[in-house]
């Protein structure tokens, strides 16, 4: 806290005595707490009160208010009294009374006399019967009782003594009650000078100094969330001036702020450089980043005295996006890399002012709230390099080196520049030299990847990785970059980030030629050559690098999953004459170029049920990554001396536990291959077959493999080899499963298409996949033996059938039906079986496309029944028309349905997600206790195109509707009780002419003469039956039922809310009335009210008809 700031609090009379007791003054205000009362219902605040005192000075005292010295007046005038009578009378009389006069003359209300009175002066004055503070009171504080003071031996020192302890609480007193004055009329004057912001003499720069003085105020009396209040005011204000500048409501005011920056300082914590920031901005002269820096600089010193880092640095963030924002929406001239300078300095200064919380914050916390900036302070640095030149690989250009000289000379040196660790000597160092750079930026980054990680930020950590990665790849440093590379890389390929995979397994790949590893280099090369996410350009160069690196004469061994080569389907051909056995191979060349190759070999298997080559290599993967089983065994030491036993555990195999596992493991190879002729491999259960001389292309590749004296069984490909001069590359195959046997019966499995099930009426796409070989490649024919199903097949694969299933049943009804189709094969022995012909028969659910449901609306007395009816099929529009609806119970109802649908010959179209409604209105004299059972039907067909054919589907369904009729008519409406005009009120009385679905309209309209003179108004509740009611004994009997008005926010209800409606038996009708007052304007709903029958049970839905449950009241607050 500066001196300067501290309020004004002068002193006259005897100054030597002042002097004395000076110091212990000033402690004793600041020893504790004040409670400030403030005015307008402001909340009690504890202050910490302290005073600069100063010689008392006529001419320096204020003659009228002035809201720009707040913080330079006098908030209270002392004058201290050490004499006796004589002295008084004879000196300081005179001068009390001037001095008194002079503040009387200003009508300055805020000083106290103190009057010292000591030990041996209390018996003088007892003879005397007077004493100084008598007549100082009698003469200056008849009126004002509490300006004169006694202090009695202020020489003891003891703050906490009575004399001390009255004294000081009244300067206290008196020092709230100023703050309370002056605040009130600085607040006034404030507030005006803001309101005047739209006039063309006003400046932010004035406004934004007049109210920093409030915030300086509150901080010196530590009142520090006011203080970042202020700020926090400045800052909106500032930022709207910003935005309404740049969609054209320009202020001159804001001009100067878009011109050309001379410096590009950050934010700065040091007292002189905001000291020189706030000079600049009273003397109207600030640049953008000036004024945003000195007024962030302010708001970190009130978060830093309120001790919140975390909003601190949250704040940080927003307040570097903000500006930057600014400066973009200004067009502020700045060179390139001026605003990442900028930033730079700013996240290093805010980052030393975060390292004075670390000593008693947990590192944990420290990194969770420094994060941010650590991310954005590297990320700027990387830009920084870049734009200068300064990154490995690369020797800055005449126009670099003109730009940082361009961008040192808008650093200043900072406040010690002789320190290393000054911001500014920093980011001059690390512009002016590319190895201080590099080695910075190494420093930077591994230390936010350490932040990031520690706070469990692993994403972004491993991304700032990949950077670092590339960072090292231009340093010529790939041992170092290779850890990175395949962190990321495991991140990526498990988070499906194909194009950061892509780029990633590139990057590898280069990084490993640079090592000289060969069989690593090419895998990644092919990872990236055949992966489709990746650009042409670059698989073709991918491919390129491995085609080069084959005529190397290298020998590499690579094995892959199946990147570069992928198993589709294997069928077997077995010829009976010769003894062998024809593998008919589809694979698919994942390489963008065609490869030829030297040789290309199968390893075959035995195949187990159930189990893959996938789940075989994921399981021996797991075993691989797993630790060895420890085996312990006992021990016993007997020592001689002592005759004392020590036990343990001994591990038995610490060879297996530390032995290092090769993690380019390349599994079960292929060996012993010659051309076109199988050899036998280690395993009797297992297969080789060869092609020797042959190319691969793009995309899919027929092959055929010769098996000379076959095993029967099941088997299946588990390894496919590629020699390529120099190269072989083993590709593990998940599938590829094949059975060479005897003739069984073929297996037929009927997959649905697009539909998830089969729908009458309409076309179905359907699969039928065939699981034997057995056929020589012959389909089955396909046929029905119903003669409403229509099924036309065609072929797509060797294994797959594709036919159109069609049921063509002209009646439909909700429920789903089992229909037939038969597969028909005509099946070749191999061995031993004769031809014969084999059917297999599948039945096929079919369901309804359609499905409806119902629903009963009423209109006063009238009922309208309407069916809703929705689309089952995805992707295939539905064409109705005839919708019909009939009662199809006998009885004596005389229940009649008038439809509100339209011409008979109408069509609709259903489409997918959507519905259709139809609508009938009912008519009956009779009354109606029960369901009424409903028969519904429509026709239907699928729309094809815009033409349509007579080929209709009927659709029909029973519907039992429950319809209750109309008893009660309640209609709701206000009558004011204040004078207005008239209630306007209309109704549609007519039935016929009135909407089905719209109750009366009643609109009300009140228009108090004040909205001070609101008062109540009445809401009448009218209730009237619609039916006969039970007779009664006597006359005057009623019908009673209660009723509840619900609460309503936006009205006040007088009275009971609840109580007994009494229905007269001769009239049919019932009124309550119920007093309101409106709580706020506009157009309100009344209240709602809630009938129960006389055994307190709630009224069916559609029993009783609320005429005015769509009724407003307009209220409104100004003269008619």
Known sequence: MATDDR??????????????????????????????QRSYGRPVRKVRLCGHFVPFDVHQLPRKFDENRLLKDPVLHLYWIDCDIETYKRKVHDDLFMWWSALRALSIPDWLIIVVEHEENKVKNKILRTSVFDKVKS?????????????????????KSEAWTSVISRVKELMLASFSRTISKFEDAMRLERERRIQPDWTFAKYFMLQESLAKFYNVIELYEDALVQYDELDALFAQFVVNHSVGDKADWLLPYGELASGWEGVSMSTDVNLYRRMLISEG??????????????QCDLLIQLERPSELTDRSLKFIHNTIHELRLLEVDMPPGAVSCWVFLTCKELLSVCETFKEYLDIEIYSIYTSHLWTCLQSVTYKLGCLCGLMPGSSPTSQELHSVVQLISGISNGSNYNNALTPQ??????????????????ELTEMTICTLKYIKHTRMAKVLGLQLAKFYMASKKPQQAEPFLLSCLQLFTNDQWTSLEVD??????????????????????LKVASHSRASSDLRVSCMQRITDFALSNKEVVVVVEDCALSLLSVSVQNDSQSNAATLQVQVEFKLPVSLEYDTLSLLIKPHVPGETNSDKSKSSQKGRSSFAAVQLAPFYDRKQEDGSVSVGLDCVNPHSLLTHKDSHNTGHMIRNLSKNKVEQTDSEQEMVASICSGSLNPGRNKLTFLLQEPRMGEFRVHQIRLQKSSIDLYSNVPGGAFSIRTSTPPKVKVEFGDQPICFLGMTNSLTAQVSSEDVDGKLPSVTSSQADVSVHSSTESPTTLRFQFQPTTKSITPSSQLLPVKFSFESTPHYTLPAETLLISQTIECCCPIEISSKVYTAREQKFIQIAVFSLVEGQDISIRHPSLEVTQQSDCGLEFTSLNGPDNALWTLKQSSQLSFLWRLKTDAVITDSVKCSFSLQFQEKMDETLTDDFYTFS???????????????????SGIPMS?????????????????????????????????????????????????????????????????????????????GLLELDSHTLCSTISVRLMPLTNGFLCMPEVKLRNANDEEFLPGQVYDNSKLSQVFISNNES
């Open 982 to 1058: 008239p209630l306007s009120i209309s109704r549609q009385t007519s039935t016929e002419q009135a909407s089905p679905f719209s109750p009366d309209t009643l609109s009300s309209e009140l228009k108090p003469n004040t909205w001070q003179a609101l008062c109540e108004c009445e809401m009448v509740v009218e209730l009237k039956s619609c039916t006969d009611l039970q007779p009664y004994e006597g006359e005057g009997h009623s019908q009673q039922m209660s009723y509840e008005i619900r609460s309503d926010p936006n009205w006040a209800i007088s009275g009971s809310k609840h």
């Open 425 to 442: 000597h920093r980011l001059k160092r690390v512009l002016s030299s590319s190895q201080e750079f590099c080695s910075y930026y190494v």
């Open 7 to 36: 309020p004004l609090i002068t002193c006259a009379g005897n100054q030597s005595l002042f002097a004395s007791v000076h110091p212990h003054i000033v402690d004793a205000l600041a020893l504790q707490k004040t409670e400030w």
């Open 957 to 975: 369904t029973e519907v039992s509707i429950d319809i209750v009729l109309t008893q009660f008519i309640m209609t709701r409406y206000i009558k």
């Open 139 to 159: 003469e200056f504080g008849s009126r004002s009782s509490n300006r004169c003071i006694i202090f009695s031996d202020p020489t003891r020192n003891d703050l």
């Open 504 to 525: 990633t397994w590139n990057q590898l790949a280069l990084c490993e030629q640079m090592m000289g590893h060969s069989s690593a280099y090419v895998r990644a090369s």
């Open 285 to 298: 002269k600030p640049s953008l980043l000036d004024l945003r820096n000195y007024m962030f600089s302010s």
